[in-house]
């Protein structure tokens, strides 16, 4: 199979009709997405990311009325939540109809619902007669894909189309809220900051220690990983020095002077974190593929979208 790099959002569409598989563009993450009604293709997607059976998929719509097909005893903090950010980088975690696979939910009775905000994206779902299941496009515990390019490096022709969105604008997985009865829970930390979420719905409980199930404490702490070791640091010249025998790969938020790396990225020259967070993903492909023997990465600042960088910072060290 020659897979097609495409901006064509009728053969995607195509495609999908036809039980493949497809990488779409979302402002978040690249996904590898698939019929969400369909448990034969569904299960597809798990084998192509090498992922276990119990960690579930997120179910992508384009209009409001969708969520009450797939999801029902919905809170109306959940409303307030969809209201405020979707379409977004907000993931709703709700109690399951029963229309939606088993293999989407890894046998949980909640689904994740996400209304995702990029045109093309949106083109592509408003001509499908069902929503798409789509997890980020790329293997199992391996950093997501933040262009086409990274999900072809992936994947390379073993998925007919990757539709192509050009770089994501938000760079980090979407925020996951779920809700134990009216109280809603934060999940995942994401593209949305915790704050702003508690803006609308007041104070969260965090339950982010083990990101999906948790009946496997622990087990998926390990994610987001680079193939070259990844150390989080506060002191990175002094790290330098402790490692100057060996080709070290820097990862800082602004500064961009140190003499004793090999190469450096600094993901914001401004100081901005909302472009830190754009940048990550797509800076950890580029120093993992620079023949480096160590990557140190400068701890962020802890609140806002800092906070949700310095998750996938420390998931990538584990
Ligand atoms: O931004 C995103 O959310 C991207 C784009 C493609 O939409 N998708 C994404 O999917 O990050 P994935 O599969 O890589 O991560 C989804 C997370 C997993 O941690 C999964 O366990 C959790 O969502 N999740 C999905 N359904 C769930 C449920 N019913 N209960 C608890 N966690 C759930
Ligand atoms: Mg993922």
Redesign the pocket.
């Known amino acids: 199979m020659k897979t097609s790099i495409t901006k064509d959002v009728a053969k995607c569409q195509k495609l999908l009709l036809e039980g493949e598989l497809v990488a779409i563009p ?1 402002e ?4 590898l997405a698939a019929n969400a009604l369909d448990s034969k293709v569904v299960k597809r997607i798990f084998e192509m990311k090498g992922r276990p059976a119990f ?4 179910v ?1 719509i384009h209009q409001m009325d969708q969520l009450s097909i797939l999801a029902k005893d919905i809170p109306q903090k959940a409303y307030d939540l969809a209201e405020a950010f979707w379409p977004g ?1 907000l ?1 709703l ?1 709700l109690p399951k109809q029963d229309i939606v696979p088993e293999i989407i ?1 890894g046998g ?1 009775p ?3 619902v ?1 209304m ?1 905000n990029h045109p093309l994206t949106q083109e592509l779902l408003k001509g499908l007669p069902f929503p798409l299941a ?3 496009a790329n293997p199992f515990t391996r950093v ?1 894909p933040t262009s086409a390019q990274h999900v072809w490096d992936y994947f390379g022709d073993r998925i007919p189309a990757i539709l192509d969105g050009g770089p994501c604008q938000v760079g980090l ?2 925020t ?1 809220v ?1 809700f134990e009865g009216e109280a809603p829970i934060l ?2 930390k ?2 949305i900051p915790k704050e702003a979420i508690e803006a609308v719905v007041g104070e969260l409980r965090v339950s982010t220690e083990n ?3 948790p009946e496997a404490p622990g087990m998926l702490l390990k994610h987001y990983s680079p193939k070259t070791p990844l150390v989080v640091c506060d002191n990175i010249k002094e790290k330098l020095k402790e490692n100057s025998l060996k080709k070290v790969g820097v990862l800082s938020f602004y500064e961009e002077d140190f003499p004793l790396a090999t190469k450096v990225i600094a993901l914001s020259k401004n100081k901005m974190m909302e472009e830190a967070a754009t940048s990550l993903f797509e800076a950890l492909h580029i120093l993992d593929a620079s023949g480096l023997d160590l990557i140190l990465a400068e701890r962020f600042p802890e609140k806002g979208l800092g906070s949700s960088i310095n998750d996938r910072l420390f998931r990538a060290q584990n």
């Open positions: 979302t978040t993450v690249y996904g960690n579930p998929l997120i992508h980088s993931t975690i939910t949980k909640t689904v994740g996400r995702p789509a997890p980020s997501s997985e979407s996951i779920g999940y995942r994401g593209g990101e999906i199930a």
